[in-house]
């Protein structure tokens, strides 16, 4: 795929990658970040993976937007070859409860039981597209079709952190509290995002992402080994199907 | 050691320099509004460059510190004054233990900075103090400072000497354009769309915070749609959303969008586009890249020039060992003698606490 630089501004660029959204373009944007974050050229600041462009940040001072294309463009060619790992996390999740406001409404407007509703959600794999809107809130591309449900007209005000959601066509693991129009259905106990955490965010572009469902009882068990500092879960490294 | 907040005005706030390399996680970097000016304030005080000082929208408040102090008010004109006394924006005055330090309204700009000898020690959150507002982070427990506040002080480290620019500092040149490169999604826009972006005036909107500035003007409708695959964003970046008002980015906004970003404003000319009082009005300028390139230059010389040539404060330090060695009855007496500042204040640099003391 050819790339497409769009200069912004004197301080950062934009390397489009492809059109729309899909695997293929999101991977080698992703596989791009990652080569140059692996060996920053001088004067980079921050790399910025979105579905099908890359922003990279930089510092005017040290070098220019010209020079910075032309490193961006050898590391695409260095990369064309050598397709990165991913890291695929296995979500607790507690299908229904307190947070699960629109779990039973959903059940009802795709006539499926709550068991069905709960292994079409947990049986598919997601792929983190990106991070943005808050700290560590994943976009997650893989919902099945039939789970499809438009956003809220009206956002609730206070969703909390935690809460495993819909909206549109994307599924999303809420990474701090606050107002959506997202279609909730249960919780799970890992923070996507903690400040005071060594490693403050749990996803990053290009993770992929499974649930399991688990009781009450083990999500309470779980919230509670977190709270005491321990590590609950972590990611398989895994070569993704047609990039092996 | 603490500042106190004795009152504040709507939106006083810790800011460092900012986070650095989390945007990828949703983070974007807040820092100053007007980094010229928090570059300066803390020089003036002795500082490192990564010191946190409060910011301050419009209207600064009244401050009480448990120990004497340095400090240095800069991004405009305010009246400034302690314990009664008025005192000059833009140069380093002390705050003794006790004292009332008021800072009023900035008078021709939108954020001011107050920087004290030691900076403010709340603690790094991901590697910065800046606050960040919009999700609560930093600062003082991630929000904006009120009456009652008390912050924690850092160690001084800078030579115990008061500083002031070797020249006064020009006003901000708000009726120079502001100038802009266009893209990254400038082809969303028609070509007669995209020049009304420079042939006609926008004005600056109450609509403003430290996340982005809605600007009023022309309709700037998207023949392409208003709506893109979302992809990152940085502060200067003009995004139109389906309302056709521009908004730009700054500081603290979002890390990534789905809004077309018609342009961006060059980073030399961000801080003065986000000093503009709310109603001015302003026009856009379209330059190459690397002309704007040559203006970030431009712009990070003079800053390091004037901080640089700071020079120490004509000050009279008149100890009663002093009084008395002098004739003060007869009024006959050498005038080098009582007023050492006299010699020329062109001498740049800084000079230490124990050369200071030689001279007095």
Not at chain 2, 201 to 208: P, S
Request: net charge negative; aromatic share 6%.
């Amino acid at each position: 795929m050819t790339p497409v630089f769009h200069p912004f501004g004197d301080r950062a660029l934009t390397v489009s990658l492809g059109e729309g959204i899909d695997v293929a373009t999101n991977d080698a944007v992703i596989d791009l970040a990652a080569a140059l974050e692996a060996q920053p050229f001088v004067g980079m600041e921050e790399v910025v993976p979105t579905y099908r462009s890359l922003l990279v940040v930089f510092d005017p001072l040290v070098i220019g937007g010209a020079e910075v294309e032309a490193q961006v463009a050898a590391r695409l060619t260095e990369t064309a070859d050598r397709p990165g790992t991913r890291r695929r996390w296995h979500v607790p999740v507690c299908y229904g409860g307190a947070v699960a406001l629109d779990l039973d409404d959903l059940c009802a407007e795709k006539k499926l039981g709550r068991e069905e509703l709960i292994a079409l959600h947990s049986g598919a794999e997601y792929r983190v597209y990106m991070i943005g809107f808050a700290p560590g809130f994943a976009y997650l591309g893989g919902l099945p079709e039939r789970l499809h449900t438009p956003r809220l007209q009206k956002p609730r005000q206070l969703v909390p952190a935690g809460a495993i959601g819909i909206g549109g066509q994307q599924a999303s693991v809420n990474s701090v509290a606050g107002p959506s129009g997202w279609r909730f259905i249960g919780q799970t106990p890992l923070k996507a995002f903690d400040p005071a955490r060594e490693e403050p965010f749990l996803f990053a572009a290009g993770d992929l992402i499974r649930f399991t469902p688990v009781t009450q009882e083990e999500f309470e068990t779980l919230s509670r080994r977190l709270a005491a500092g321990e590590v609950v879960v972590v990611p398989e490294i895994v070569v993704p199907e047609g990039r092996e | 050691m603490t500042l106190e907040i004795l009152s504040a005005g709507p939106l006083v706030s810790v800011q460092d320099r900012g986070r650095r390399g989390l945007r990828r996680f949703g983070v974007s970097a807040a820092g100053p509004m007007d980094a010229p000016a928090h570059a300066l304030a803390n020089a003036l005080c002795g500082n490192p460059q990564d010191a946190a000082v409060l910011e301050f929208a419009g209207m600064g408040g009244q401050f009480r510190s448990d120990r004497p102090l340095r400090f240095a008010v800069t991004g405009g004109d305010c009246d400034i004054s302690v314990d009664g006394t008025p005192l000059a924006p833009d140069e380093s005055h002390r705050l003794e233990a006790g004292q009332v330090l008021k800072i009023g309204m900035l008078k021709n700009t939108a954020w001011g900075y107050l920087a004290v000898s030691g900076g403010i020690d709340t603690p790094l959150v991901m590697g910065a103090r800046s606050t960040h507002l919009r999700f609560g982070l930093g600062g003082l427990c991630g929000r904006a400072l009120k009456a009652g506040d008390r912050l924690p002080l850092g160690e001084e480290s800078g030579a115990d000497v008061l500083l002031r620019p070797a020249a006064p500092l020009p006003p901000p040149r708000f009726a120079d354009p502001i100038r802009i490169l266009l893209g990254p999604q400038d082809g969303y826009f028609a070509p007669h769309v995209l020049e009304r972006l420079t042939r006609q005036d926008f004005t600056i909107t109450a609509q403003r915070d430290r996340m982005a500035s809605i600007l009023d003007g022309p309709d700037m409708p998207a023949e392409r749609g208003h709506d893109i695959v979302s992809d990152g964003t940085v502060p200067g970046a003009i995004q139109v959303p389906g309302s056709g008002r521009p908004m730009v980015l700054m500081a603290e906004c979002q890390t990534t969008g789905g809004y077309p970003k018609i342009a961006t404003v060059i980073s030399a000319d961000l801080s003065r586009l986000a000093q503009m009082p709310t109603g001015m009005r302003l026009r856009f300028a379209v330059v190459e890249r690397t002309a704007a390139e040559a203006a970030a230059r431009a712009q990070a010389a003079s800053l390091a020039a004037v901080l640089k040539g700071l020079v120490t404060k004509q000050t009279v330090t008149l100890t009663s060992e002093f009084l008395l060695s002098c004739d003060l009855v007869g009024g006959i007496f050498d005038p080098e003698a009582v007023a050492p500042g006299n010699t020329p204040e062109t001498t740049p640099g800084i000079v230490s606490g124990a050369e200071k003391k030689g001279e007095t």
